[in-house]
Nanobody, 120 residues
């Protein structure tokens, strides 16, 4: 059973940093693009960053220069380093990944989400 599990969320003061991790596990045959999204209360889910297997990254304008996405293909894990955090970064952060497994083929999977709260 393929699943994604995030970790690393928490409470931090404005200007601080956090690093999120998301590991994919299960009968995975291949991993495509991996990424991070976030959703604040009352808002729709928005893109934070994506990263292809080959290393091509895309960032939302609101996080450019502050957040860095990376991945370890050997571990099927994607990371999000968040620096200079602002209160408006407060949200539930979810990772996703395009995975091909041995039973269902290619699908987009989502993690359960991890809460990031930035206090002013």
């Amino acid at each position: 059973q393929v699943q994604l599990v995030e970790s690393g969320g928490g409470l931090v003061q404005a200007g601080g940093s956090l690093k999120l991790s998301c590991a994919a596990s299960g009968s995975i045959l291949s991993v495509g693009t991996m990424g991070w999204y976030r959703q604040a209360p009352g808002n729709q889910r928005e893109l934070v960053a994506t990263l292809t297997r080959g290393g091509s990254a895309n960032y939302a304008d609101s996080v450019k220069g502050r957040f860095t996405i990376s991945r370890d293909n050997a571990k099927n894990t994607v990371y999000l380093r968040m620096n200079s955090l602002k209160p408006e970064d407060t949200a539930v952060y979810s990772c996703n990944a395009d995975l091909r497994d041995s039973e269902l083929g290619c699908r987009r999977y989502w993690g359960q989400g991890t809460q990031v709260t930035v206090s002013s």
